[in-house]
């Protein structure tokens, strides 16, 4: 475990730690199952069906996060962070354009903007 340890910190892999915690803690977020259990807002829906004409990007589903204050969520509030569920999420040009977008759309940095392939019917 030391070893690993020491390995990331010689790879200089904070940024990218960070961001995966990040992940981590924005797909607990989500909520689960799929389908109609988890309405989205209309800014979801709006970021999601601009995103979804991304070429490439296929179908497209957005979650957006908004910082809490004291023990209030207020999403009066600007973002602070996005997940992003993309048909053609595996192609990493796809990810660069939907990453963009959503820095344009939402404001957020690219840090903020976490984007995911989307399960393949079937599976």
Excluded at 44 to 50: D, G, L, N
Excluded at 52 to 78: C, H, M, P, Q, W
Excluded at 80 to 86: D, E, N, P
């Amino acid at each position: 475990m030391k070893d690993w340890l020491k390995r990331l910190r010689e790879m200089k892999a904070a940024p990218w730690i960070g961001l995966l915690c990040a992940c981590i803690c924005a797909c607990l977020l989500l909520p689960s199952g799929g389908g109609a259990g988890g309405a989205m807002t209309q800014e979801e829906q709006r970021v999601s069906a601009t995103l979804s004409r991304i070429a490439g990007a296929g179908e497209t589903r957005v979650s957006i996060f908004y910082a809490a204050k004291g023990d209030l969520l207020s999403a009066g509030n600007a973002p602070s962070g996005a997940v992003i569920v993309s048909a053609g999420a595996r192609d990493v040009r796809v990810q660069l354009a939907l990453c963009r977008a959503a820095q344009a759309l939402l404001g957020l940095p690219d840090g903020a903007i976490a984007i995911f392939p989307m399960e393949e019917a079937g599976q």
